[in-house]
């Protein structure tokens, strides 16, 4: 008995009268008058081990995860016990020894994906959660991605190349994460938000085909699908076009989906611009799996005896509809709708249901004519039964507040069916709390500089995002090539010659020596295999992810350091963390 195990529990298959030794953990012990019988898990999955106790003892003495190694003979289970739910289930494995090669506490948990058990708990003891068979997978599911990725850009010529992740800040419009330097007191470099620089910098170096699995920070407010450090796929080209960058990114994404779905979704993806993706779904990162589409009513109101909806549309405002479908809406659900609504920064909510004659029911029907009331029915396709939910407001707000109640009333659970897109044509910039700041990043290019010049609010960039499921996987854009366009948009993003200098003055130094016209990409790995996985938590694909208030229960970092280092790096402390 030397080697550790000949076999995988999963090799077991097939192999009926062969002597094999596994090795793995105690998932399940069962006692059964005089045979005890032990579901091994090992990597590859679980196969039942069948010990008899009275020669075995220590088979009855065994704790749920330990970790042992069993010598045995393979045999077909009997009549009548096949287990249809486990790969190996028609086979079993008849132990004559049993090697206990490490004991285990009493464990925190079930190993099991059935039970619920706490966050902070699975989080603790990640190293246990971890080897449940839906994290397992998981684990598996996120290196096959990359993989994928990873033999889909080596094929097409792309170098894999790592940049600093000590780093001058780059913005992403996010705020960075310092560390102190000790060699530099009183310097900071910061954590990348992004390889964006630096990418950049080797298409100026002659590299034409760059990408990077780069771990990026960004030290934000958590929210359900964001950590303070995420992994992305970045990937930048030289010569290329928005079509370069997508016919790339697609490829990439239909390997992953190939290798872990075993579909091949159809490419190229649909193309939209941000434009009508705000005015169909009221949202940038349309989900399009349903419809519900946002429709627009404002010519019906023009001229209209309601004063409610003419007052707003005179005023320069919109009326947007969502035919919700055929639906009940008692009157708190409607209240709550309304409330919802409101929540969401509209000024109010017009709900109507179509009666079996056609007719609305609604708080304003007594309002509107009956040509208003048809016209209403016909652009939303009404038929009875149908709940329609009507916004009267500025654009922006009736768009956003339609395209969240469609979310909420109409969004499919899970990720079993697949629809990719590009959303393109991003404004450059949008009105920002002191002044004008950017969609994408200060490094992508404007469609036309004349117009950016002139009205930058009407300026449309080279950016795009690859959306999925109502989910944006990343962003990416055609850069500015040309020193002076950069400093052009710099400068409308407020930052002045000298800030410029100070900041970035090595980068538009850079571009001044023959920068190839380039363009990149990158997109969330932690989100895509999310997705796939039909996870809708992101720290179920992070082998060791944070809480949302960015606490690591495991090591519980982030940890006070002494004294003697905050010294060695020129920091004194003038806060007590809150206990
Ligand atoms: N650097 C951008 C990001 O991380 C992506 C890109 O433009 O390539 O969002």
Same mark, same amino acid.
């Given at each position: ?397 009736? $768009? ?48 036309? $500089? ?130």
């Amino acid at each position: 008995m030397n080697k550790v195990r000949t076999h995988h529990a999963i090799e077991t298959i097939g192999l009926e009268g062969q002597q094999v030794r596994l090795a793995g953990w105690v998932a399940r012990r069962r006692d059964h008058g005089g045979v005890t019988f032990i579901d091994l898990r090992d990597a590859s999955g679980v196969v039942q081990v069948v010990a008899d106790p009275a020669q075995l003892p220590i088979a009855a003495d065994l704790r749920m995860e330990a970790c042992i190694a069993v010598d045995g003979v393979v045999r077909p289970r009997p009549e009548g016990t096949v287990n249809n739910d486990l790969a190996t289930g028609a086979f079993e494995v008849v132990v004559t020894i049993i090697e206990l090669l490490s004991p285990a506490e009493p464990i925190p948990f079930m190993i099991d994906d059935r039970v619920e058990i706490d966050e902070q708990t699975r989080l603790e003891y990640r190293y246990l959660d971890l080897r449940r068979p839906r994290m397992a997978a998981n684990l598996r599911a996120r290196s096959k991605a990359v993989a994928a990725i990873r033999r889909t850009l080596d094929e097409r010529g792309f170098l894999e190349i790592e940049t600093p992740t000590l780093v001058s800040s780059t913005p992403e419009g996010a705020r960075d994460m310092l560390v102190p330097s000790r060699l530099r007191p009183g310097a900071f470099y910061a954590l990348p938000q992004s390889p964006q620089l630096f990418k950049q910098l080797l298409m100026i170096s002659g590299v034409e085909r760059y990408f990077q699995i780069a771990r990026c920070y960004r030290d934000e407010d958590f929210r359900s699908d964001r950590q303070l450090e995420f992994t992305q796929l970045d990937l930048e080209g030289a010569f290329w076009d928005e079509e370069s960058v997508q016919e790339n990114i697609e490829a990439t994404l239909v390997a992953a989906v190939r290798d872990l779905r075993g579909v091949d979704i159809p490419c190229p993806f649909p193309r939209m611009t941000w434009q009508e993706s705000m005015d169909r779904y009221g949202v940038d990162k349309p989900d399009t799996r349903f419809g519900m589409e946002i429709v627009d009513l404002t010519d019906e109101f023009r001229a209209s005896e309601f004063r409610g909806f003419a007052g707003v549309v005179n005023a320069g405002g919109v009326v947007r509809g969502i035919n919700t479908g055929g639906r009940e809406l008692a009157r708190s659900a409607a209240d709550a709708l309304v409330d919802d609504a409101k929540r969401l920064g509209a000024k109010g909510l017009v709900w109507m249901v179509v009666e079996p004659d056609g007719s609305l029911r609604s708080p304003v029907a007594k309002f509107l004519s009956e040509g208003e009331s048809s016209a209403i029915a016909e652009r939303l396709q009404a038929k009875p039964g149908d709940v329609l939910l009507l916004v009267a407001d500025q654009w922006r707000t009736a $768009v956003s507040v339609l395209g969240a109640l469609r979310l909420q009333l109409g969004r499919p659970s899970g990720h079993e069916e697949l629809k990719f897109l590009w959303v393109t044509d991003f404004p450059m910039f949008e009105e920002g709390e002191g002044g004008l700041t950017f969609l994408h990043h200060p490094f992508t290019s404007p469609q036309d $500089v004349a117009v950016m010049a002139s009205s930058p609010l009407q300026a449309l960039s080279r950016a795009y995002d690859v959306v999925v499921n109502g989910v944006e996987l990343g962003s990416g854009s055609i850069r500015i090539h040309d020193p002076n366009v950069q400093s052009q948009v710099f400068e409308i993003l407020g930052i002045s010659q000298a800030e410029q200098e100070s900041r970035f003055g090595w980068f538009l130094k850079a571009l001044r020596y023959g920068t190839p016209p380039h363009g990149g990409f990158a997109f969330g790995i932690d989100r895509l295999v999310m997705v796939l996985q039909q996870e809708i938590n992101i720290r179920e694909v992070i082998p060791f992810p944070k809480t949302q208030s960015g606490f690591d229960p495991l090591t519980e970092a982030p940890t006070e350091v002494e004294p003697a280092q905050l010294q060695e790096v020129g920091l004194r402390l003038d806060v007590r963390r809150e206990k």
